[in-house]
Structure formats: structure tokens, C-alpha cells
């Protein structure tokens, strides 16, 4: 596999194996709420940059694995969620960190390993440390996996790719939170 430095991300991503992982998914009925719709037209007009970075994965932008929309932020929907790729993590600090303390963080996404209740297991994506593609698009990558992939996934050689994006909202119906 190709070896593909990203930020402090040394990994090995299998751009092939990503594609054909992906082709292997039958098409799944996509959410229909606002903010994945949006989203979706969003995947259409990203900048060059960020079409040929998720080209250079494997990635296509239209599927993600998840995606959810935050807020409104100066006039653009904020977007969270992740993307899986074909692949080996080697090194880079993880973009998910221990937090220090949840109680009083606050517009941080959270997530808990092994489903424990514990408050020393939460952890929150590291925005400001996620690497611009171009402006308001920002990712990063993990060690963990959030999500069971679908089948047509190689086993033990996936990684995350998390997304931290601003998009402007297209949809002639207003945005609700």
C-alpha cells in the first residue's frame, strides 16, 4: 500500500481497495432529513482541494459513513462525521483525545470507547488540531473505528478519516436545529 502523510498522519491507504469497498456497498437508503440533504448537494461544489484529496483516498464524498449536521455558525452548518479507508494507521496523534474535563466542555463532539459510563473513557474530537484542506474543511484521522463497517470492508485494515466542516446551506427550506 502507498504510504500517504496527511498533517502528522503517516499512514498506509489502499486507494483501490477503497473504491472497489465502497462499490461493493449496495447503494443504502440515505437519510432524507435537511441536513443530510444539504450535505449531499454540498458533495457536488466542494473546492478542487477537497475533491482531489478525497479522490487521492478512494473516497467518494457522497458517502459518507456518517454525517451530522451541528449548527449554524456565521451563516454556515457546521458538519461532523467520518469516512472509512482501506488501509494501516502508522503514526500521528490520534485526532480523538481524552477529555479532560466533559462537564465543562462545551460544542465538542464526544464519543465513549466500549460503551462504558465511566467519565475518565470520554474523549472529544481535537478540532483545533485537524488540518485545513481549504477553508472551513478540516480532518483528521483515528485509530478507532466508530462505526461496524459494511460488509466488502477488509477486516483489521480500516481507518477513519473524521471531518470538521462549514457549508453553506442550499436548500430553499430554512435550517432547523
Not at 85 to 92: I, V
Not at 98 to 112: E, V
Request: with cysteine.
Amino acid at each position: 500500500m502507498p504510504l500517504f502523510q496527511f498533517g502528522s498522519w503517516a499512514l498506509e491507504i489502499n486507494p483501490e481497495g477503497t473504491r472497489a469497498a465502497y462499490a461493493a456497498i449496495a447503494a443504502q437508503e440515505r437519510c432524507n432529513c435537511s441536513g443530510c440533504r444539504n450535505y449531499d448537494l454540498q458533495t457536488k461544489v466542494f473546492p478542487e482541494a477537497v475533491r482531489l484529496f478525497f479522490e487521492s483516498l478512494g473516497v467518494d464524498p457522497c458517502r459518507p459513513t456518517e454525517i451530522y449536521d451541528l449548527c449554524m455558525e456565521d451563516g454556515l452548518v457546521r458538519y461532523g462525521g467520518f469516512y472509512h479507508l482501506a488501509g494501516c494507521y502508522l503514526s500521528g496523534e490520534d485526532c480523538w483525545q481524552p477529555a479532560p474535563n466533559p462537564l465543562r466542555r462545551r460544542g465538542l463532539f464526544f464519543r465513549q470507547r466500549k460503551l462504558r459510563r465511566r467519565m475518565e473513557d470520554l474523549e472529544h474530537l481535537h478540532q483545533e488540531a485537524l488540518p485545513s484542506l481549504a477553508e472551513h474543511f478540516s480532518v483528521g484521522f483515528t485509530r478507532g473505528i466508530s462505526m461496524q463497517p459494511a460488509a466488502g470492508w477488509p477486516e483489521d485494515e480500516i481507518v477513519q478519516m473524521e471531518i470538521d466542516f462549514r457549508l453553506p446551506w442550499l436548500l430553499e427550506e430554512p435550517y432547523e436545529q
